[in-house]
């Protein structure tokens, strides 16, 4: 099991040729992204296809000092025709990582869940983020918060599902998921968020998660915190207080715990969209250098298994 970003790192950098995975940038005209990359490359991580303005990616690249000669370089004259000719590179096998540049995430979702030439799979997208908190052995995982706004109990299933795959990915065999809601309790409580829970957990007990244990209703204290568990006396339940993934009832929820990890804890936070044909790399300007890094770590290890 990957339980610390310094294994992450190790597992990732000095891949052999032949095994390194191309990410394929869209609005590569971006001089932090240039620079994560050529970082990435020199750690012999990953390969890398710039998509975007050529004029400005060869300008930035003067600026810095980085080796354009290590990149393939790809024009394109918008935001849009970088995302179409990042996307297509991938559809025809010449990339494996999408990863955000320059650009709205919205313009790349869009032509990335196109039905004739996306990425899309049977299952929706949604962002997980993969973190390490105080008191907890290994890697937390949150999700969703950055993509399903106020996502129903279907997509909420597709959200555990892919949250699990990305545990598998880092070797958690049977991941302990969490739903959250407000309290930790259904008696004597109505909510979506808690009859969401429920339902889950019932999906769960009749086998539609595979390879992980669902539990829910959690508040985020009992979901992570074994004191926490025993005071609010659920402390016999399978996940309470050692939860591997945590699940918010929605955006808002999500977004809250991302952030307060990033302002509070000073982890790093690795994390990529997934559901969809390839890991996709959203970085936030707000994010930290090591967290750009361990994203592309991430995506890698997440490649590495779907190959596997």
């Not at 052999?16 to 995975?21: L, N, S, V």
């Not at 559809?91 to 494996?96: A, E, H, I, L, P």
């Not at 555990?160 to 545990?167: F, K, P, S, T, Y």
């Not at 302002?263 to 990529?272: E, F, M, N, T």
């Amino acid at each position: 099991m990957i339980s610390s970003f310094e294994r992450l790192r190790e597992l990732s950098v000095n891949q052999a040729a032949g095994e390194k995975f191309r990410v394929v940038v869209a609005g590569a005209d971006d001089a932090d992204i240039i620079e994560i990359l050529s970082e990435a490359i020199d750690l012999g991580m990953v390969e890398a296809s710039l998509v975007g303005s050529e004029k400005h990616i060869r300008e930035i690249a003067s600026k810095t000092g980085t080796d354009l000669s290590r990149f393939e370089v790809i024009d394109a004259s918008s935001a849009e025709e970088s995302v179409a000719k990042s996307v297509s590179a991938l559809r025809s096998g010449r990339g494996d990582i999408l990863m955000k540049g320059n650009l709205k995430t919205s313009t790349l979702i869009r032509q990335v869940l196109d039905k004739e030439q996306g990425l899309r799979s049977e299952r929706i997208l949604s962002h997980v983020g993969v973190t390490s908190v105080p008191g907890k052995t290994g890697f937390l995982i949150v999700t969703d918060a950055g993509i399903n706004i106020a996502p129903d109990l279907a997509r909420k299933k597709d959200i555990v599902l892919n949250a699990v795959q990305v545990a598998a990915a880092l070797g958690i065999e049977c991941p302990k998921v969490a739903i959250l809601s407000y309290v930790e309790s259904a008696e004597k409580h109505s909510s979506p968020s808690i009859t969401d829970a429920v339902m889950l957990t019932e999906m769960g007990r009749h086998g539609l998660f595979p390879n992980c244990i669902v539990e829910g209703p959690y508040a985020l204290d009992n979901a992570v915190s074994a004191k926490s568990a025993a005071t609010k006396g659920v402390a016999d339940r399978k996940v309470a207080g050692n939860a591997d993934i945590v699940v918010a009832h929605d955006i808002h929820m999500g977004n809250a715990i991302y952030k307060a990890v990033q302002l509070w804890v000073g982890s790093p936070i690795a994390a990529v969209v997934i559901g969809c044909a390839t890991p996709i790399i959203v970085p936030s300007r707000a994010d930290s250098h090591e967290s750009k890094l361990m994203s592309i770590a991430l995506a890698v290890q997440i490649m590495k298994k779907n190959k596997s």
